[in-house]
């Protein structure tokens, strides 16, 4: 059975769901590891104990991470507690002239004790070539980890 890489989003204008797509290509990249989108509204505790892994992305609302993106973590924390620490996780940020989002999101990734695999990226606008690379890179950092373990 493959490892599953879950990758949580939310996204309104849909640069954020473009970035989670370019992750999901990376994921595929690596033989042993499928992805799993999910958005923040339709994801849980379940998804997150059931993952190997996980690519976690929003877009920066005020210098923070999507409120609904919150709510699944607020969801999600206290029924995953203790089943989720150590696994690999990568983070990605849409924004449109800050990415200070990330600091929020790299925050709560390390109350859930996720064991974080290279920076965070940050896409300015709707991903272009450089950020495409940046995201599938990403996906494929975490695919190798999660099949590693």
Do not use: Q, W
């Not at 064991?115 to 695919?143: E, N, Q, S, Y």
């Amino acid at each position: 059975m493959a490892a599953r890489v879950l990758i949580v989003y939310h996204s309104m204008s849909g640069n954020t769901r473009k970035a989670a797509k370019e992750v999901a290509r990376g994921v595929r990249k690596v033989k042993g590891a499928r992805p799993v989108m999910k958005t923040a509204a339709s994801a849980g505790a379940r998804d997150l104990v059931k993952a190997d892994g996980y690519c976690i992305g929003t877009p920066d609302y005020f210098s923070y991470m999507a409120g609904m993106l919150k709510d699944f973590f607020d969801r999600s924390f206290y029924p995953s507690r203790g089943k989720t620490a150590g696994r690999p996780c990568g983070l990605f940020v849409s924004h449109g002239g800050g990415g200070l989002a990330s600091r929020s999101l790299e925050r709560i990734a390390g109350s859930f004790k996720l064991k974080r695999i290279g920076r965070t990226v940050l896409v300015k606008g709707r991903p272009g070539p450089a950020a495409r690379r940046a995201l599938r890179a990403l996906g494929t950092r975490v695919a190798r980890e999660v099949v590693r373990r």
